[in-house]
């Protein structure tokens, strides 16, 4: 079984208001042959808790401007640090950086086949590595000014 066409349109709608909000290593998996519960999973990640609230909040919106979809069921909100939107068809993580390295979604769904997203989406891979050295290189100058 694959993932259904419903299910792919909203990925790409949810991908695309992730990526025009600045999300980091937006990803998506068909998991339609190991679940029975959603057909896919949208993984994105963002370096401060404001921001993946906005990241959802954009997706939320867009899904249901566009799509006419709801969430049945959204978790995560008191922390913002990663904030789950159940749509049956799929599920949307978004992650605080540092959750996305500590669960490591990407290594439980590896097996499953990864689905094309739109090109802005698929720019976001590695952007969480490139603000981490930047903000690395920040607290450097800010320990020499000192």
Known sequence: MTATDRSLELINVAAQAAADKLA???????????????????????????????????????????????????????????????YVDIVVHVQHSEERVFYALERLWKDCPELDLPDDAKATRGKAEEHAKREEAVAEQAGELL
């Open 24 to 86: 980091h290593d937006i990803i998506a998996y068909d998991v339609s042959d190991v679940l029975s519960i959603t057909d896919a999973f949208l993984i994105a990640s963002a370096p401060n808790d404001r921001q993946v609230k906005s990241i959802v909040d954009e997706i939320e919106e867009r899904l249901n401007k566009e799509l006419g979809a709801k969430p049945v069921r959204r978790e995560g909100d008191r922390d913002a640090r990663w904030i789950l939107l159940d």
